[in-house]
């Protein structure tokens, strides 16, 4: 089904863009395919292995702060911010495995690499998140122990 529809959407594509079949619906197809199979597989997966990124520091009567709630949407945003910096197929390789969940079998088949090439993209991707979020004083704080 993946392989006729990577056949099919060139042309679909590059008719409602209104262009020739290119680079960019080339770019456009992988984006589509990439988030539609990640959603089916993580639709698969269940909800237990899912966590948030957001830390929320608690009350005593068990609600989130209103200020820590705020600042925990500003760290987010820094976040995606960093995330967005990082090249396409090292951030495919961390949003598949760290926010999706995906094992690296999966991801490397949604990606059509190599484990081993996987797993490169994805130590390199930790490496360079790590170093966007130490420069970033509002994310510092969510390092942990390991800064």
């Known amino acids: 089904m993946i392989q006729r529809s ?6 679909a594509l590059a ?22 199979t990640a959603r089916e597989v993580a639709k698969r997966r269940t909800y237990e292995r899912r966590t948030d990124l957001v830390l929320v520091d608690e009350r ?3 609600k989130a702060s209103p200020e820590r709630t705020l600042l925990d949407q500003e760290a987010l ?20 495995c760290a926010i999706e969940r995906l094992s690296h079998e999966e991801a490397a088949s949604i990606e059509e690499v190599t484990i081993d090439a996987l797993r490169a993209r994805l130590k390199h991707a930790r490496a360079d998140l790590e170093q ?12 942990g122990d390991a800064s």
């Open 6 to 11: 990577r056949l099919l959407l060139p042309h």
């Open 15 to 36: 008719a409602a863009l209104g262009v020739a079949i290119g680079p960019s619906v080339a770019i456009a197809q992988e984006g589509i395919v990439l988030r539609t």
């Open 60 to 62: 005593e009567d068990g």
């Open 77 to 96: 945003r820094h976040f995606y911010s960093a995330l967005s910096k990082l090249s396409l197929k090292r951030r495919n390789a961390f949003v598949l």
């Open 132 to 143: 966007l979020v130490r420069e970033d004083p509002l994310l510092t704080p969510y390092l």
